[in-house]
């Protein structure tokens, strides 16, 4: 009999959440925030906000965010922040982690994208956004390998 690997907090929660329920959507989000390359001011509320629009996405009363407002956000954050070039990024770049993101955490993230044209459309919600766009600024902040102009 074959050995299942361990699965991650992150993907039970996402499991979970699956169903609904506020309660396990908590579970995610307060998952998620554990999860981040960073921290919060607790005046920013960060663990309620993102339940919040976490639990409003998933009853349908607040929209995903698309790929193209995700790289939007970024990049305003880079602008704002004067941070280097090779900070911005673009629909590629964020589709091809989404997609790498996506084998290490298929249940959280959602399948990968099944080619270069179909994520045009895609929504992910708060939850997966905000991991997203954070772990991706991280690597683009220390790692040399993600340290080149998205557009050249």
């Given at each position: 009999?074959?050995?299942?690997?361990?699965?991650?907090?992150?993907?039970?929660?996402?499991?979970?959440?699956?169903s609904g329920d506020a309660t396990a959507i908590r579970v995610l989000?307060?998952?998620?925030?554990?999860?981040?390359?960073c921290t919060f001011h607790p005046s920013l509320n960060m663990t309620d906000r993102l339940f919040q629009a976490e639990l409003q996405y998933r009853q349908h009363?607040?929209?995903?965010?698309?790929?193209?407002?995700?790289?939007l956000a970024l990049n305003q954050l880079a602008d704002d922040l004067k941070l280097p070039v090779y900070v911005r990024t673009n629909p590629s770049q964020v589709q091809t982690y989404l997609m790498m993101?996506?084998?290490?955490?298929?249940?959280?993230?959602?399948?990968?994208?099944?080619?270069?044209d179909e994520p045009s459309d895609l929504s992910?919600?708060?939850?997966?956004?905000?991991?997203?766009?954070l772990h991706l600024l991280q690597l683009k902040?220390?790692?040399?390998?993600?340290?080149?102009d998205p557009d050249t």
């Open positions: 009999m074959a050995q299942q690997l361990p699965t991650s907090p992150l993907e039970t929660a996402a499991e979970s959440a699956l989000t307060d998952t998620v925030i554990s999860q981040l390359p009363l607040r929209a995903g965010i698309s790929i193209g407002q995700l790289v993101g996506g084998k290490v955490y298929p249940r959280f993230l959602g399948p990968p994208p099944h080619g270069p992910l919600g708060p939850s997966a956004v905000t991991f997203l766009i902040l220390i790692d040399p390998a993600y340290q080149t």
